[in-house]
Every structure is written in C-alpha cells, then in structure tokens.
C-alpha cells in the first residue's frame, strides 16, 4: 500500500536505482515481520478475479523483487503482484479478468527470464506473468517432438512442440536425444522461447537460416482479449504474424511448433583477424551470399566483433585465442590504432564430412583479405559450440558479475552505411569516449530470410548489419553509456542513416511510428484487433 500511495504522488515512470531501494526497503519494512520471515501480504483485490487466480497471485516482497528487475538493471518497475500459472489455461483465465473488468482493466506483463535490457518484461502496478515459474509446474517436460508430418506438407520433417515459457537450452537437449535440432539459434541460450520470438531471435545462424521467428510453424497465442487461439501462417495468420516479433503486444506465446533438422556432431570453429574494416565486411558480405538451406557449401555460422584492447582478447562470452598469443593480439590493436576487426565463422560436421569439412573451409577462407598468421581454430562439439557462452556467464556469476547494470545498445544498419557506421561510431565516438569494455558484435544478415508479414522492423536493404554494444557497468556509472548510446543514435539520425535498434527501447509513441516505419499502421490495427484494451506488455512503452 505505503509503495503504491507512493508511486502515485511521484508518478515516477521508472525509478533511479536508490529510489528503487528505498521503495524496496519500504515493502521489506512492510513485510517482513516479528519473526524476520518473509510476510505475504493480504490477497490482492483485483476487480473480477476468481478464486483459482487469486491463489496463485503472489505479492510477498521477495517475489515482487524478482520481478522489478531484468538483465539491464537499469530500470525497476514495482507490480501489484506476480502470477504463478500452472497452465495455459491459468494465463487465459487471468487474461480473460482483466479483459471482463467493468473498471480499468489491469496490465499483464509476461515475464520470460527476465533478459530483457529496459524493463520490457516488467509493469508498474499491473500483474506479471513469471513464466520461469509455469516451467516448473508443466507436466510434461515441454517439449513435444514429432517426426514427419504426413498431413501438412509445408512441414516436411521434423518438429518439436514446445512451451513458449521453455528455454532454448533444454530444446535443444531435448531434440538432441532424438538426434533432432533446430537450426536457428541465439547466442545465449539460458532465454525463453516466447522472449526470442518476441523480438526476432538472432545469431550466426541467421544470414542462412533467418531469425528464430523465420523457422516457425505453428503457435498457440493467448491475445489480449482472453482468447485461446491456434495460428499459422495460414490459419488465423494476421495473429500468426503479428505476435512474431511483436514485443508481446498482441498475446501470450503459449505453444510454439519449430522446425527441426538432423543435429550436426561436432563444429569447426574459425577466427581471423582483419586491420581493415571495409576488407572484413566485404569478406562477411561474400561468405553469407552462399546461404541456400541445402547448399552444403554454405558456412553454417558466421559473427564478427571488435577487438580494441587487451580485455577483448579474451571476453567472457568466449575464451578463444590460444594464451600465447594473447600479447601478439594486443600488439596488433596497438599497431592499428586501437582496433581490429575479427571475423568468426563456423562449419558443421559428423562422421559422414568429417573428411570433407577441413578442404570445405579452406575453400571459403581463399581469396580471404585477413591479417597472415592471425588465424585460429577449434574443433568443438556441438553443443559445446552452441553453449559456448554459458560457462562465462556461471563465471561471472561466481565472481557477482552477472547481475552489474546492462546499458545495450543493439542496432541493425543498412549495409550502404556501415563504413559511415565504422568511422563515425567505432573509429570516432567510441574510441573517443573510451569506455567501451565490453563486447561489440558486427554482422551481416540476409533481408530475404526474414518475413516481411512480421511485426519485426529491419532496414530496407538486401544486406543489413547487427551491431550489439553489449556493455556491463558499474551502478554508478551506467550513465556514461547511456550516454554513449544516445550520442551513437543521434550521429546515426544525423547522418539518415535509417537504423532499427533490435531489442527496441522507445520512450515515444512518435519514435515507436519512425521504429515501425510503413508498418505501424497494421501494427496498430492488429494491436486494437488482438487487444483493444491494451492490456500486454506494458513494458515496451508503446501504448503506455
Ligand atoms: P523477457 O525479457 O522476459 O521478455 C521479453 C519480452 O517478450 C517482454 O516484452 C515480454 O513481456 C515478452 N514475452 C516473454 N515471453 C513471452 C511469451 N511467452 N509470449 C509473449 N510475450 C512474451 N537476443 C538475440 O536475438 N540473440 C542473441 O544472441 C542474444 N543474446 C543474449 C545474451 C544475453 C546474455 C542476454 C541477457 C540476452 C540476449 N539476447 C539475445 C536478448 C534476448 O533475446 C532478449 O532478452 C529477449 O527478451 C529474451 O529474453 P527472455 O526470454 O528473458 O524474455
């Protein structure tokens, strides 16, 4: 009550994080009691709530901490109450109240893992939905794999029916024990999979393979009104399209039918290293212009990032270069003005290519514009390959490095600017302020694999660039690169650049238009479709 009466004379959006801690040394004051036990609240009363929702409606303190608080830890959002579902069925029947009230309806925001950077996942006031929460309370394990389907031949294969509230790790050990994997991943793998096909799902897979959201088949969606409905893309396909990529804004992925292949055993893994930027993209440029699903020429990944001093070498999402050569890295940053350019690249195998893979690589390495004798490779499992951040970030985690603020900055750039993108952001702004640390990740994608029925904004060019600033910072100074973000933002609108940010952080409604570009009109007329009364994902700051 004492943080609600609060909220409410400071009308704070979102809170400083000293701010944040009083409010949460108010609520633990509140709660916890004589006895230094965590207290519950008294039961919420939200308008129309039955009985079977209101019990698993939880406010105690810890609980309402969990869910102000994302990866980002830059912005903290207080709810009502957090909600514990146990089926789908639960998230309709809570839906479906708030949707029913004959008084303001109260906002629901899904909350995957979490990950989420600017409190997309999080609503003031409203009730979140913890998914991590319905993981532990499914049946089944989640993940349903079905081979060939004879009644629809769109899907000839395989495919797996899974949980939008699983993670993408336990798929893919799930569809390994059938010999199964999907073929488009993100680099992490501890996200939900009602998360990634929120905003589009993206790594080296995708200038092949496309997003995640390129790879579905099938969904079921709680929308906005309380309805349990089955989409594809040509069942109920406006919804279908919609919800990929739509910042959950028109439903709640409930189940999700995804497109699986053979899984690969093992994984060459290649990195060189490149002084000159416009070598390195032209080289990517070429590489992902062979990327037919069934060309077996074609790499199977491809990233780049930026090296700019000695922390780069070996960051904490990949220890990669050989310890001897760490020094002679750091010497060639030094040689080139504090920058080099890596390019990595990835090709599948098992028993049948084991002999082929090497003189495959060799073949698309030719003709290559990278530095001689700055070429590195490991020979990894797959899983190993695909899991390949995760012992970071349980070192991290060890060391109480996980949970520092996260002031990203993901942007996709047509690829006509990306050399204006180098010299007036990496080679200028960035080496100027001279606070990047962390990790910068630079690659090109195929326009064609992506759907432009989907809600997802992308660059209007054949060929667009991911760039992900994907900074940690301390408490104190997370400004600094907020900061950095804004000026980067501002040289790119200076310049009509015409980038998209990806994991989008808005605060307008002009700037969610310019966002969505030629797409905001049906955006905003599958939004007053699928929820009229505006009731999902508050978070994103779009109809707030
Ligand atoms: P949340 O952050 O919890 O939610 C994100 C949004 O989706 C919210 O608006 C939420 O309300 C909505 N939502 C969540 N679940 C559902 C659902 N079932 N139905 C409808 N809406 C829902 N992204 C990439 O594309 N590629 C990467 O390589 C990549 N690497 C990452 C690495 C790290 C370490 C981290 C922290 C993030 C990374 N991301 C990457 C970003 C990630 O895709 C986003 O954080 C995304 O939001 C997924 O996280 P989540 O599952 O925790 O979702």
């Known amino acids: 009550m004492l943080i609600h009466l609060y909220l409410q004379i400071k009308g704070a959006e979102n809170y400083p994080f000293y701010t944040y801690l009083t409010l949460l040394l108010i609520t633990m004051i509140s709660t916890v009691g004589k006895t230094g036990q965590w207290k519950t609240l008294p039961p919420l009363e939200l308008p129309t709530v039955n009985n079977n929702i209101s019990q698993k409606l939880h406010n105690d303190c810890e609980t309402i901490t969990l869910a102000s608080r994302d990866y980002g830890n830059i912005v903290h959002e207080l709810p009502a109450a957090v909600f514990h579902p146990s089926s789908t069925h639960d998230i309709v029947s809570l839906i479906k109240s708030s949707y029913d009230s004959p008084v303001v309806p109260y906002r629901i925001a899904v909350r995957g893992q979490g990950h989420s950077t600017r409190g997309q996942a999080m609503t003031r006031g409203g009730v979140v939905v913890d998914m991590a929460k319905f993981r532990t309370q499914r049946r089944n394990n989640g993940v349903v794999i079905t081979s060939v389907s004879d009644e629809d031949p769109l899907i000839n294969g395989y495919y797996a029916d899974v949980g939008g509230e699983q993670l993408w790790i336990h798929v893919l050990h799930t569809t390994l024990e059938h010999g199964l994997a999907p073929v488009s991943w993100t680099d992490y793998l501890y996200l939900t999979v009602g998360g990634t096909l929120s905003n589009a799902g993206i790594s080296g897979q995708s200038f092949r393979y496309g997003p995640q959201i390129s790879n579905v088949h099938e969904m079921d969606v709680v929308t906005g009104k309380g309805d349990l ?58 590489l992902i212009s062979i990327n037919g699903r069934k060309q077996s020429s074609a790499l199977d990944f491809l990233e780049g990032m930026l090296l700019m001093h000695k922390d780069s070498i070996s960051n904490w999402r990949s220890s990669f270069f050989p310890q001897s050569d760490h020094s002679k890295i750091a010497s060639l940053i030094t040689k080139h003005g504090g920058i080099v350019y890596c390019l990595e690249l990835a090709k599948y195998y098992d028993d049948q290519s084991q002999e082929t893979v090497d003189k495959e690589i060799q073949f698309l390495l030719q003709g290559l514009a990278y530095i001689p004798g700055f070429h590195y490779e490991k020979n990894v499992s797959y899983v190993e390959f695909l899991n390949r951040v995760r012992s970071g970030e349980l070192r991290l985690q060890q060391q109480g490095l996980w949970d520092v603020p996260h002031p990203w900055l993901n942007l996709f750039i047509p690829k006509s600017q990306i050399l204006n993108f180098d010299s007036g952001v990496f080679k200028d702004i960035i080496h100027k302020r001279n606070i990047t640390n962390g990790i910068v990740l630079v690659y090109p994608m195929n326009r064609s694999k992506w759907d432009d029925r989907m809600s997802a904004s992308i660059p209007d060019e054949d060929v667009f660039y991911t760039v992900g600033f994907l900074h940690s910072s301390g408490f104190d100074n997370w400004e600094e690169y907020d900061a950095q973000n804004r000026e980067i933002l501002e040289f790119c609108s200076a310049a009509g650049m015409k980038v998209k940010q990806y994991l989008p952080n808005h605060r307008t409604q002009e700037d969610w238009k310019t966002h969505f570009g030629t797409k905001w009109g049906s955006f905003l007329e599958r939004k007053l479709k699928f929820d009229p009364r505006m009731i999902l994902s508050p978070g994103q700051k779009i109809f707030a």
Not at 254 to 280: M, N, Q, T
């Open 229 to 286: 409905v089955t989409c594809s893309s040509r069942k109920n396909s406006e919804l279908f399209h919609a919800v990929l990529g739509g910042l959950g804004q028109f439903g709640v992925i409930a189940r999700v039918r995804i497109a699986l292949e053979p899984a690969p055993k093992r994984v060459k893994w290649v990195r060189v290293l490149y002084s000159d930027f416009s070598a390195f993209t032209k080289d990517q440029e070429r």
